[in-house]
């Protein structure tokens, strides 16, 4: 995609400076109020008295957009993210800025955690465009919403960082903006039909077309091999940067290798799974006053977090705790459990029994201002009890900026009081009075703000870990905990259709109410929690609910040709793109928790249909698990699964697509596979077959006329991602379409191209190909679609 290489995006790809920490004003008095005083989502709230003209992503802004021809704006964020107020601050208060971006731009503020469709595109994109992701996610967009160029936070002012570099402000990103969409406007709107093109390309590169990858022991042991673990801090990271860098707890990755590490030829794997557990919960990252895990930590060592407390972290991590414990129970991993969920308890249950969403990282404008101690504040705190606290807490008093301390343990409790030649239990009993002291002045600082609203994805997960907690620890409270959370979405979380609702929130001076569409993660976690719960209580209902919920979940989600799920509904709003999340990263994917949930519910209902539709599934992401495990580990995990129970069946010969109502893509009406290759006189010949649904077709290659030339089916070889040119490629002749304007060659239902290759060119090389097709029916043509298929 060399579009974002040179040309126009050479000007606007500025440096973004997301970690840059600058001082920040004194807040500014509340003003005027804009549209977002209306919403209900808190993020949006925060910029409600912004001098900006923000608007909300809605029916009506995008038509407004369009109808005055100006570029958008948008900037998506979340209410407790650390730099998303940082802005807010510096530039969304600035009456200077506000005014040029209200004359020039349509303003456009998104909370991603109510919309997770608008934050995937559009940070697909960004990601297209070559930068980093982050938030806040800033955008500037075409006039129909296609995105041009953008980044993260910027400063409101140019930054020097050093002799050579400066860091661009907003101010001087939106002069730039600005000025070349008055003199080269047609170049941006290319530029914005390129990029939105290369967003749908890149969000379906994953899924578009199957691999011919053997889902087997040895791909599940290769998997296990990939994954680079800290051997000295727990963590994932890169050996050849010395593990240097942001560390995230990445618990889709160590579902999978704690499973993997029961297995007899992974002692060392469990090893560095159990040290990875011990280190996060001896780190920075834990909250040793409070319990409760921050969201990632910014260095190898986990003692300096990014503060945000985030539900969905807390949830993964108590399962993933109560899965160890499982497996070795240990007085410190109990802790960990137990901890955390009184922190949830405490801090993020609504009274109807709900979850809240999250603890902002900032306080009193200063990120982790509520968690860190001054050596001084501690001494006069504890008087003759502060030496032996630091003793076991704080080693480094300065190890937040130089000036302040994060609690942390360099060594197991266990270690400790065997140093000072007592029990565990007599020193936590020691401890206890000295923690409590510090978390009650603690609790009388200015508290970071609380997110109260309740997302149903998040709240599935919360339900997860608190009944897999409760099974484990055999806990009745926290099942009760995990059922009454249950029961209330159940109730209240659905419309009249029995669809799910995401949002349970309230508007200024108004009572909650549930609302907005539901998302795949949404489905699928809930699904988790209610698959969870049925195997910690044994209660039917629960295993009743989630086959009802998994059949919701394919008829507004799935997809029937290909298999697999879609983020959005079928019936949802349309944006350019429509993605499948595959991903494993600080939230697991939703396909990755959907296979899981497929191979367990298949288990407990002994429904065959469903343990089908798994191996359909895992199959639409042999490329990954081959090339990229680290990325898909859950689906890694649900093949192992599927392995346990019984071989995978003989893969069936895909039937032809299904067209859907209102295709858009030619990849909505066709698929491509990949078929078994044969060797002879050196030549390896492999097949690819294009399968087009009943009424459509697609272009021959040779198409038969010259105006179709561009549309014709292609086909490019590719060893390790260069192209090369085959010893042979064979595309069949097609059918002669007869038109007035002239005639020209298609396929219809099922064309099988052949090509080969010099085996001794191959060895052990990465092999693919990108199948391009064109779909037309006799009324219209469908947007080309590239299919991409890994066959070695």
């Known amino acids: 995609m060399n579009f974002i290489r040179i040309g126009i995006i050479g000007l606007l790809l500025l440096q973004s400076a997301s970690a840059l920490h600058t001082a920040e004003p004194a807040p500014k008095p509340k003003a005027k109020p804009n549209r977002l005083a209306q919403e209900s989502s808190p993020y949006l709230l925060q910029h409600a008295y912004n001098p900006v003209d923000w608007h909300a992503w809605n029916a009506e802004t995008l038509a407004k957009a369009k109808k005055e021809n100006k570029l958008i704006f948008l900037s998506i964020g979340y209410s407790s993210c650390h730099w998303c107020h940082v802005m807010e601050r510096e530039s969304f208060s600035d009456a200077g800025i506000a005014k040029t971006l209200n004359e020039n731009f349509i303003c456009i503020k998104v909370d991603r955690e109510e919309r997770p469709d608008i934050d995937e595109v559009f940070m697909t ?220 308890q405490r801090e993020l249950t609504a009274p109807e029994g709900y979850f809240y969403s999250a603890l902002d990282a900032d306080s009193e404008e200063k990120e982790g201002e509520f968690y860190v101690w001054t050596e001084k504040q501690l001494d006069d705190l504890l008087g003759a009890d502060a030496k032996f606290f630091k003793s076991i807490y704080a080693t480094d008093p300065k190890n937040f900026e130089g000036k302040q301390a994060i609690l942390r343990l360099d060594r197991p409790l266990a270690a400790i009081a065997a140093e000072q030649k007592i029990s565990e239990a007599e020193l936590l009993k020691k401890l206890a009075p000295i923690q409590k002291k510090l978390f009650d002045v603690r609790a009388k600082r200015e508290r970071p703000f609380l997110d109260t609203k309740l997302i149903v994805a998040w709240n599935g997960q919360m339900i997860a870990g608190y009944a897999r907690a409760g099974k484990v620890l055999n806990e009745p409270k926290y099942l009760a905990t995990a059922e009454k959370a ?57 295993l009743t609910r989630a086959t009802e919920l998994m059949e919701l979940t394919e008829k507004w989600y799935g997809d029937a040709n290909r298999g697999g799920y879609f983020g959005t509904p079928s019936d949802g709003e349309k944006l350019f793109a429509r993605g499948k999340d595959g991903y494993d990263g600080a939230q697991p994917s939703c396909n990755g928790v959907m296979a899981l949930n497929l191979v367990r519910l298949a288990a407990a209902t002994k429904n065959e249909a469903l343990r089908t539709r798994a191996e359909k599934l895992v199959r639409l992401y042999g490329r990954p698990l081959k090339s990229a495990p680290t990325s898909v580990p859950l689906m890694a995990s649900a093949v192992d699964m599927l392995l346990a129970q019984g071989a995978l069946k003989e893969e069936v010969k895909p039937a032809l697509p299904v067209a859907p109502a209102n295709p858009k893509n030619s990849s909505d009406v066709a698929s491509v596979v990949g078929q078994s290759a044969t060797s002879e006189n050196g030549i390896r010949t492999y097949h690819v077959v294009v399968k087009v649904a009943k009424d459509w077709h697609v272009y021959a290659n040779p198409v038969g006329s010259k105006d179709l030339a561009e549309a014709q089916t292609s086909v490019e070889i590719l060893i390790d991602g260069k192209p090369v040119k085959p010893e042979f490629i064979e595309f069949p002749a097609g059918t002669i379409r007869k038109e007035p304007t002239g005639n020209y060659n298609i396929y219809e239902g099922e064309t099988t191209i052949r090509f080969g290759l010099n085996t001794a060119t191959l060895g052990k090389s990465k092999l693919s190909v990108k199948v391009k097709v064109v779909a037309c029916n006799e009324k219209n043509c469908l947007l080309p679609s590239t299919f991409r298929l890994d066959l070695q």
């Open 125 to 344: 994109a960004l990601q297209v465009l070559g930068s980093n992701g982050g938030w806040p996610l800033s955008m500037f967009l075409s006039p129909t919403a296609k995105p041009i160029f953008g980044g993260t936070y910027w400063p409101p002012d140019d930054k020097k960082i050093d002799a050579v570099d400066t860091i661009p402000g907003f101010k001087s990103v939106l002069a730039r903006v600005i000025l070349l969409n008055k003199d080269k406007h047609d170049d941006l709107m290319k530029q914005a039909d390129n990029v939105a093109n290369a967003t749908a390309e890149s969000l379906e590169r994953a899924t578009l077309g199957l691999a011919l990858v053997k889902l087997d022991a040895e791909l599940i042991r290769e998997a296990v091999g990939n994954f680079d673990l800290d051997p000295e801090h727990g963590g994932l990271g890169s050996s050849a940067r010395g593990y240097r860098g942001t560390k995230f707890p990445r618990v889709s990755a160590f579902h999978f290798l704690m499973q993997q590490s029961q297995k007899k030829d992974h002692a060392e794997t469990a090893k560095l799974v159990n040290l990875t557990l011990e280190k996060m919960a001896q780190g920075g990252i834990y909250d040793h006053l409070g319990g409760g895990f921050h969201r990632y930590s910014t260095e190898r060592t986990w003692t300096v977090p990014h503060f945000e407390k985030m539900l969905y972290d807390q949830a993964q991590l108590v399962e993933l705790y109560a899965n160890a414990q499982a497996i070795a129970p240990k007085p410190s991993t109990e802790r960990t459990i137990r901890e955390s969920l009184e922190f949830v």
């Open 486 to 542: 249950a029961e209330f979405i159940w109730k209240t979380m659905r419309d009249k259709d029995g669809r799910l609702l995401r949002i349970f929130a309230a508007k200024p001076g108004e009572k909650a109410t549930a609302r907005g569409p539901s998302f795949l993660d949404d489905h699928a976690f809930l699904l988790h929690g209610f698959i969870v719960l049925h195997e910690a209580t044994g209660k039917k209902e629960w």
